[in-house]
């Protein structure tokens, strides 16, 4: 037994149930206040000047002129920052040093009493470029002659060093056995190459914020943000404070899907305040989105697996190469990591490569690095099964990993879901629906490994009997809803005597981001000791109210009872009761808890895809979809089926249309929603959502992260579906109409050569 | 003693070891263990690691237990969207 294990079986009466969420009204209303909605006294309003060049030495800035023009309370750049920070990368990322890195980074910002006074402003600020060659493309990056973007970096992971310059920051390598065996005991080998582009989370708020720092170095930040604690972090490095004087407070957030766990535009708010002695807010447009937040990496990755004729995987290989803008950081670790992680293998390496080039820095994005892991080796392993003649779901239960397989990165499994969502899959109605002309059915499997992390919660019992609690985690998919139900699950009262909030980072203990899908989990595990605490004192409340010791009283069903008749005989006090008289039996009365949560538990999902081709234009259109995974419990259905069918959507996008489009001086081509196409509800049917429960021993109620799998297995899902309706391997995304008319062009002149 | 098994990015500290035995007892101690086997990964342990013992995964807790027959898989900082 591990010590994190929590779960244990009981009947629910709140958890499982689908109430309306909380924050529903006002935001069908308009009154939710998102990161543009807030304004303040005297506000500035800011903008910032980007560079028009992928990659140039910033020789000088003159703001002399801009700073004379009327309206103008300050301008900024690098110099207004910290010296010596620690995140250096991300200080650069936000305001740029010596050199510009992608088109759209940021040198200099201005504050000015209007939008368009702000930008007459930019338009005076002179910047002299020495423009340098780019390279958008991951394995030109990699190239011998490629553009160098920092001196000083070297590989690390290597085992032998090299002094040569490069645009390759790390090697990383995971697998066991030996897969030069394991190929050599194969009866078919399939090895093909796969590239995806980088796409945008596409959330529909842009980065909002509005800024407010005296120079006594003491500051307020209302911003959109996954994690307000981690934004005060960085702000206060990037600036110079103490942590304690900058109180950051999350807005309601429009979307953030991993790309808003970082900072972009915040650090640039707060240099101006404090330079102008006034508030300021910055709103960026869609354009500044595209072209300066941070999108995903984009990929090229080379897949090779070996089968005996029985369908058992013998060794499995593949090299990963992920771009992940002009700074370290790429998710390749975790493409490495997932890639094989659905199989029980004996023989498996994968090579994952972290290379910088002319790009803004990505960022996160649902599962990082696993959707286009998942699209190579998916791809192949649809493939074998077609060369075996072999169901492609009997393939995968075949080398189906379960608990007890070694996973390809390392540790053992405990209790997974995976072969669950196999059987589901294969025995709905989905998978045997008769197929149209032109149309092709795909399945894939995904994997992602959520995790906890560190978590305040603060629950307050009020005089009437409700019940406040203060998370610090930021609600981006629900979380206010699904938190309530476990507390009124926990204390035994109705879901709409509690309400979650969402606290600022000076009124509750430290958060990490909302991220990792990790809330639920993490911050449910939390809620749910936070009312125990609360429930085990109000037994001590009933207690010295009835004269007897306070382990002779147990909370059942929203009541303070004594634990047997040995006990006494008094009449159970529910929660109200208790509440009421707080004040005479000792004060207020609260819980609160603090963890560090491990235990998340890994997660597996299953998706069938079913697309029809027109073989004249060469478009996909999704005529059927259905997701299976792994919820251990799921709180709130509606929710995690949200999750699963939001995950799906944007995984569509990603294989079907959406790529960063670059020239060839690595300027953006399509910063914007009209050229960049995300799936809209009338390009989709209905996603079907398919909830296993296979409950997850380190969460009280068996939960498990659900945010982030559903988007891991639609990129190959698709694939295999164009690829079985266009009778052509598809090995490149998005695969927009040309690319599938060129694979279809190509079967008509492979046919006509016969 | 508990088996190590070190991520291959970890590579170019350890000369290409990737295994190895400890008495570590804590995740703390197996911590120490490395940064003085191996000074130049401090700078990369600082940036944070994730533990698997016996396939249960920690991201930064010292006193996760380590068991003689356990197997830690040392990894990269688990991180999420």
């Known amino acids: ?754 | 003693m508990a088996k190590i098994i070190l991520w291959g990015g970890l590579k170019g500290f350890t000369d290409g070891e990737t295994e190895f035995e400890s008495e570590a007892k804590t995740v703390r101690e197996l911590l120490k263990e490395l940064e003085k086997s191996y000074p130049a990964m401090k700078s990369r342990l600082d940036v944070g690691v994730s533990f698997a013992i016996d396939g249960a995964i920690y991201r930064d807790n010292w006193f996760a237990e380590i068991k003689p027959e356990s197997t830690v898989h040392v990894l990269p900082l688990l991180a999420g969207g």
């Open chain 1, 1 to 754: 037994m591990s010590s994190n294990d929590r779960f244990e079986s009981r009947e629910f009466k709140v958890v499982g149930t689908r109430p309306l969420r909380p924050d529903g009204l006002d935001k069908v209303t308009g009154k939710a206040q998102f990161g543009a909605d807030v304004t303040a006294p005297g506000m500035l309003h800011g903008a910032i000047l980007r560079s028009p060049h992928a990659h140039a030495i910033i020789k000088k800035i003159d703001t002399k002129q801009a700073e004379k023009l009327e309206g103008v309370h300050a301008v900024v750049t690098r110099t207004d920052f910290a010296k010596d920070v620690d995140n250096t990368d991300v200080l650069d990322n936000c305001m740029a040093g010596e050199k510009a890195l992608y088109d759209g980074h940021a040198v200099a910002a201005v504050a000015a009493t209007s939008p368009s006074v702000a930008r007459k402003a930019m338009k005076l600020i002179k910047v002299t470029y020495k423009v340098l060659p780019a390279v958008t493309d991951v394995d030109m990056a990699m190239g011998a002659d490629a553009p160098i973007l920092h001196d000083g970096m070297q590989t690390e992971g290597l085992e032998k060093k090299s002094r040569k310059p490069t645009n390759i920051a790390q090697r990383h390598e995971f697998g066991h056995g030996d897969v030069d065996a394991g190929f050599k005991q194969a009866d078919l080998i399939v090895e093909r190459s796969f590239t995806t582009e980088a796409t945008h989370q596409g959330y529909i708020e842009p980065h909002a914020c509005l800024a407010n720092l005296g120079r006594d170095g003491r500051g307020e930040l209302w911003c959109c943000t996954q994690g307000h604690y981690y934004v005060r972090e960085l702000c206060a490095d990037l600036l110079g404070l103490d942590e304690s004087q900058l109180r950051v407070t999350a807005s309601e957030i429009g979307g953030g899907f991993g790309g808003k766990t970082t900072v972009f535009i915040e650090p640039v708010a707060l240099a101006l305040a404090r330079k102008s002695g006034r508030p300021v807010k910055i709103v960026m447009s869609r354009n500044e989105v595209f072209r300066a937040s941070g999108p995903t990496s984009s990929s090229s990755i080379d897949v090779k697996i070996g089968v005996k004729n029985d369908g058992t995987i013998t060794a499995a290989f593949a090299d990963l190469r992920y771009q992940g803008g002009a700074y370290p950081g790429s998710p390749v670790e975790f493409g490495a990591m997932s890639a094989f992680a659905c199989y029980n293998l004996e023989n498996v390496k994968t090579i994952g490569w972290d290379v910088v080039a002319n790009r803004p820095k990505q960022a996160a994005y649902r599962a990082p690095g696993a959707p286009m892991a998942a699209f190579a080796i998916e791809s192949v392993v649809d493939e074998i099964a077609g060369k075996l003649r072999m169901d492609p779901i009997d393939l995968r239960l075949k080398n189906a990993a379960a608990a007890g397989t070694k996973a390809s990165f390392g540790p053992v499994y405990s209790d997974i879901g995976l072969i669950r969502t196999l059987e589901a899959a294969k025995n709905h109605p989905h998978y045997s629906a008769p197929l149209g002309p032109n149309q092709g059915r795909g399945i894939a499997c995904g994997f992602w490994f959520n995790f906890g992390g560190q978590t305040s919660v603060s629950l307050t019992v009020n005089a009437d009997g409700t019940v406040g609690v203060a998370v610090g985690t930021p609600d981006i998919g629900g979380s206010r809803a699904s938190i309530s139900q476990m507390v009124a699950e926990e204390l035994g009262i109705e879901y709409s005597q509690v309400r979650a909030l969402i606290a600022d980072t000076a009124t509750l203990g430290f958060n990490d981001v909302t991220d990792g899908s990790r809330v639920t989990f993490a911050t449910g595990l939390a809620a749910i000791e936070a009312a125990r605490n609360a429930a085990k004192i109000m037994c001590e409340r009933a207690a010295k109210t009835w004269g007897i010791p306070s382990d002779a009283v147990v909370w059942e069903d929203g009541h303070a009872k004594p634990v047997s008749s040995n006990a006494g005989d008094f009449e159970p006090l529910s929660l109200k009761d208790i509440a009421a008289s707080a004040a005479n039996t000792g004060g207020p009365i609260a819980g609160h808890y603090e963890i560090n949560a491990d235990g998340a538990g890994v997660s597996f999902s299953t998706h069938i895809a079913d697309v029809e081709m027109d073989p004249e234009t060469g478009r996909a259109e999704i005529k059927r979809y259905t997701v299976f995974q792994d919820a251990g419990k799921a709180i709130h259905p509606s929710y995690v089926e949200g999750q699963f069918q939001g995950g799906a959507v944007q995984g569509i996008g990603w294989a079907l249309n959406e790529e960063y489009i670059y020239n060839k001086d690595g300027q953006l081509q399509n910063a914007g929603f009209l050229d960049y196409r995300i799936p809209v509800a009338s390009d989709l049917p209905m996603i079907d959502a398919v909830i296993l429960e296979v409950p997850n021993p380190g969460h009280p109620y068996g939960v498990r992260g659900v945010g982030e799998t559903s988007i891991v297995p639609p990129l190959a899902t698709v694939a295999n579906a164009i690829s079985a309706a266009a009778g052509v391997r598809m090995t490149s995304i998005p695969m927009s109409p040309p690319k599938v008319l060129e694979a279809l062009d190509s079967v008509l002149i492979a046919e006509a050569a016969e």
